[in-house]
């Protein structure tokens, strides 16, 4: 197969993650990372999603057009962000609160590695150039799902998804979905597996991108991408 | 204005900044240049006091808002959650100029909370088997295991509110509240960089997010919200 150019694979991934909260009929509280998981609030149709940043906001617009930006309100990313009807403000204490007590549905987030445990390397490469966690930590221990948004290979062709993390891990077995251009996988009692793999690649080509050891899920199928 | 001749609490920045001592511990709020005292920062940076250990979520830009601070080698230590956006602070911390406590976002917001409220120490999941683990007290409940953690009191806090009344009641603008609220009641002597001062009476009292009991001193600032 050849490889996807890199927008095509970013949108195949935000949009296929938003089709799992457009499903839902009741309420559902999601907290998008900055980068690609950004991109899922472009494909988000139903009105039931509510979006938290928290930075101390529920209810998050789209990014803020040129004449609307406000320095004042923006979401984790610094990026100015718009208010919804019935969106509402509240102290960085609260806004953990919402995360660590279990009250935010998801996360989105990038990942530099996943592995076969579900560990999740999101938050520091030691090159001495970064010195920063934010709220990483807390969202992937906090946030009741923890959906890995991430391109299968880095731009070198290197898989991600890997044995055992190599870089500092952000949580320790707390990755529930990961979601590429290539394939949908979930994680069940510790184990991987393959729910999804995308049109264009076989089942062996995956294999030899993919370094955790994975097996097919008993719903496996052929990945939704967008038309 | 009346409201400023009725306000005792209300001082110049030079003279609020002036109360901050060589050494402290100095709670900062704001996160991404949004709500950070922006007048005080300044004044701090003016002042020349040193070997400040800075409690904030973030550190600014390079020579920039808090960032500033750092350039001016006014900073002993750092304890916060990002410094991704100054790289300045790697630099310094590679160098040996200065030490960095990093502490996930949640937590920091908790610990500054617990100093507040008189809690020493809490146990949270955020960072439990990572590097931010190493050191700490680790306790099981039920099945799952929790990391100890400190309570982050502080010296000094420098706060950003959109409007006071004359007693020093506190409301905020948008997601320029963050840590504002929560460090207002974590340190000793807590200044108020506010946009507006307004008679007593005037915020409702539903609306009002930080009490005045939390304020010691308020300056009036640029009007950034």
């Given at each position: 197969m050849k490889p996807l150019a890199e927008e095509v694979a970013k949108k195949r991934i935000a949009w296929r993650i938003a089709q799992e909260f457009n499903k839902t009929e009741s309420p559902l509280f999601i907290n998008l990372g900055v980068g690609i998981p950004t991109m899922v609030a472009d494909y988000i149709t139903?009105?039931?999603?509510?979006?938290?940043?928290?930075?101390?906001m529920l209810g998050l617009g789209p990014a803020a057009s040129e004449e609307k930006k406000d320095r004042m309100l923006i979401n984790a990313g610094r990026i100015p962000i718009t208010e919804t009807p019935g969106c509402s403000f509240f102290d960085s204490c609260t806004s953990f609160g919402m995360i660590r007590g279990g009250h935010v549905d998801a996360t989105v987030i990038g990942a530099f590695e996943v592995d076969g445990e579900g560990n999740v390397a999101n938050w520091i490469i030691p090159n001495g150039k970064q010195l920063g966690v934010g709220g990483a930590m807390d969202l992937v221990a906090g946030a009741r799902q923890v959906y890995i948004s991430m391109t299968h290979c880095t731009k070198q062709g290197k898989p991600k998804m890997i044995e055992t993390c190599t870089l500092p891990i952000t949580g320790h077995g707390e990755v529930d979905f990961v979601v590429t251009e290539l394939a949908f996988f979930r994680f069940e009692k510790g184990r991987l597996l393959l729910?999804?793999?995308?049109?264009?690649?076989t089942l062996e080509e995956l294999k030899t991108m993919t370094l955790a050891?994975?097996?097919?899920?008993?719903?496996?199928?052929?990945?939704p991408v967008p038309g | 204005m009346d409201a400023a001749k009725n306000c005792r609490k209300l001082k110049a920045i030079d003279e609020a900044i002036g109360m901050i001592k060589k050494g402290s511990r100095v709670l900062i709020g704001g996160f991404g240049n949004a709500g950070d005292p922006k007048k005080l920062i300044e004044g701090l940076c003016i002042s020349g006091t040193d070997e400040l250990v800075v409690m904030s979520n973030d550190l600014g830009s390079p020579n920039e808002g808090l960032g500033k601070l750092l350039s001016n080698n006014q900073v002993r230590g750092l304890i916060g959650t990002y410094y991704n956006w100054n790289p300045e602070v790697a630099m310094a911390y590679?160098?040996?100029?200065?030490?960095?406590?990093?502490?996930?976002?949640?937590?920091?917001?908790e610990a500054v909370r617990a100093a507040g409220v008189g809690i020493p120490a809490f146990y949270t999941l955020s960072g439990v088997g990572t590097e931010i683990a190493k050191g700490k007290e680790e306790k099981t409940f039920g099945e799952k295991t929790y990391l100890?953690?400190?309570?982050?009191?502080?010296d000094v806090a420098l706060i950003k509110a959109h409007k006071a009344d004359v007693l020093g009641n506190l409301v905020y603008y948008k997601t320029a509240r963050n840590f504002n609220p929560v460090m207002a009641m974590a340190a000793d002597l807590v200044i108020a960089e506010v946009d507006e001062l307004v008679p007593g009476g005037e915020l409702d009292p539903e609306s009002i997010v930080t009490p005045h009991i939390f304020v010691d001193v308020l300056v009036l600032g640029g009007g950034d919200r």
């Open positions: 139903n009105n039931q999603v509510f979006l938290q940043a928290e930075n101390g729910e999804e793999i995308a049109p264009e690649v050891p994975f097996s097919r899920s008993q719903n496996f199928r052929v990945m | 590679n160098e040996g100029k200065i030490f960095v406590e990093l502490v996930p976002q949640g937590t920091f917001a100890l953690q400190e309570a982050l009191k502080a």
